[in-house]
């Protein structure tokens, strides 16, 4: 019994950290400097965005991850990505200008996905309070089944995110292989040679939400777990 629960356990592990690591071994393993290509993903981004007519987007370095901000009008990109000049730099930059052109054009699917990811944010404050009210639950009423029941609901609101870039993933899929990988050909921003690695990338990429969002279900309740002892 022991052994199944570790396997058990292990699996979870996989299933929930596995795509995270994935995704970052990916963009790592493209991410070498290659002076020979024509520009940082940030100098990149700005041209394809004004190729699209998008001056007004802003090119930007963040520590949170790259993404797109509809609201700031502004493609956001991790240091490595912004100043780096590599097949992950240039496919991530592309990537990322893709949504800028998705939002532009007022796309259906993009905008579907706008009003449920603003929607998530609900989700989430109410998983939040759910999950930190538990170990009170647990330590006034002394039910360790009230307990469980209330991580249980915290960790399934959770899993709401989960599902929300599952289904929004078509979305992620047109701006790496419908917007980014045809602009990176057609511009010849990359060689022949490069463009297995850039689809690897653009794949990740597209699998950056789903990744992060299976991550955090479990981070959550180690958080919780280390509040409790
Ligand atoms: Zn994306």
Redesign the pocket.
Known sequence: MPILLAIGGLLLLAFVFGPQLLVRRVLAKHGADRPDLPGTGAELARHLLDEANLPSVTVEQTDTGD??DPEAQSVRLSPQHHDGRSVAAVAVAA??V??AVQHARGETAFMRRLTLVRQLGWVEKLASAILLLSPIVFAVMKSPALFGLELLAGVLLLGIRVVVHIVTLP??FD??FGKALPALVRGRYLVAGDIPAAQSVLKA??Y??VAAALATLLDVVRWVRMLRF
Request: net charge negative; glycine share 0%; no cysteine.
């Open positions: 993404h797109y990537h990322e893709s949504h979305d992620e701006a790496s990429a597209a950056t939400y």
